[in-house]
């Protein structure tokens, strides 16, 4: 208890083992920490003028020796003021590690969102050594595991940007580096000594280290690398509670490095085999002018049921031979599909002038691998012969080629037969066109005339339709009546749904007459 000049009046026994100067006489200066005696001071001062009455009980914090108290005060009506002190360490410790925890939820929240918002592999390599230099460490360094001979290393200081570099140098130089690579728990970094740190570990213009942690990055099932923390000389070391932080942090980082490595990968190897089952890139051979069209049911995807092939001839003066079909179902079983009939009939090649025979194995190697999907097809015979082009046509199960003649009429080519993979047999008869300069044959498969749409949105798009439109395209060259079908078709479907969509010609060039575009159109060419 103090008087409303500041003099001690009384103190308890705890009170005096408490401040061991607080005795009754004394002034409160000196007796007791200077921020209860201020507060006391503050008192006399807000009661020398009108105030709220809660005002008159707010109480004040302050340090004991390692201990926080909570002095509150009663106010007697005399001006005396009696001091009860709480000792409140325990709750504000608690409350310190509830803010300090809800700060790192918050900042795990934002990296998992960071991270995991992408897919390249060097964007998060940055994101974690930023992160990291901002709130963890002073700097921070992201190195992946080592291509070849040298490091892979993403180093940021805090307030900077991240540096990529490539260093070649050995993990086991530096303690715990090597083992953290390799997804092992790291040397903890007071057994580092910093002095020891080489210099690539080290950003430019850093300064001197005074402590150091490595984690490892752990990924699915692999190890994605490791992260190395380093604060100043004069800074306080990591604590035992930091470097577990630093480890959860390492963890989501590791996971989202690690998926983009993984998909990255996938990525490759998707391309790689994706780049067989992709349309063909169709132009100019032995004379005969060939264009190709290709888009899959679903505009997200590149690939599908519907193919087609140009296969030169071996020998000059031979047929080349135009092949286009049309495998059960789409997306991506449907394009397996595709590729396994493309190298099937690829390999049976020397036989290309019985296309009888060469349906006749295919069908049976299809049979043999038990599977549920057939196909049709139709098989082209090409050869010039001065200034026109022979053809010989053979359509399996698959709808007959149209012949577009130099006055616009559009004949069916008369070819039918069964179709591959289903039946024990296939039959089918072949037809013998000519094409005289300017003319075209179109192939094209039952995604174009089953496509629905229109003004109502279900009516079919339909042979005589295609018919009409293939007769308005007489003496174009082979792309632009490509352009034109699938122009068409897809002005039909508008954003609705439709099957795969193939289209092929073979154009007999004009005399004198280059074709458009270079000779080349969209596909591939195969040799």
Known sequence: MADDQGILLSANAVAGLLFPDARAGAPMAGSVPAWLSAAHTLRRARDAAPAPEADRGALVQGPVGDRSYEAHPTVHDDGTVVWWLVDDTD?????????????RTAFLAQASNLLLSSLNLERCMDVTAQMAAEHLADAALVIAPSRGRELPIVSCVRGGTPVLSRVAARPHAVPGLAEALQGFPPVPSRWIDPATAPAWLVPDGFGTVGSI???????????????????????????????????????????????????AEQASLSETLMRDLLPPLLHQVSGVEYAGGYRPSLDHERIGGD????????????????????????????????GKIRNTLHALLPMADDHQRMLSLLNTALLSTHNARFATLVLASAVREENTVRLRLTSAGHPAPLILRADGRVEEAPTHGTLVGALPEVTAETAEVTLAPGETCVLYTDGITEARGGPLGGALFGEARLKQALAECAGMPAAAVVEQVQMLASEWVGAGSHDDMAVVVISAPRTNHLSAVGGH??????A
């Open 91 to 103: 709750h504000r410790l608690a409350r310190e590690a509830l803010r300090m925890e809800r700060e």
């Open 307 to 338: 193919f087609y092939d140009v296969h030169p001839a071996a020998v000059e003066g031979d047929a080349s031979l135009v092949v286009l079909g049309d495998v059960c179902g789409k997306g991506l079983e449907a394009a397996v599909m595709t």
């Open 213 to 263: 942690v490595i984690t490892p990055l752990p990924g699915h099932g692999v190890p994605a690398g490791a992260l190395v923390l380093l604060r100043r000389a004069g800074s306080a070391g990591f604590t035992e509670g930091e470097e577990v932080f630093a480890r959860l942090f390492a963890a989501r980082a590791g996971a989202a490095m690690s998926a983009a490595r993984l998909y």
């Open 521 to 526: 159109t969209r596909g591939r060419f195969t």
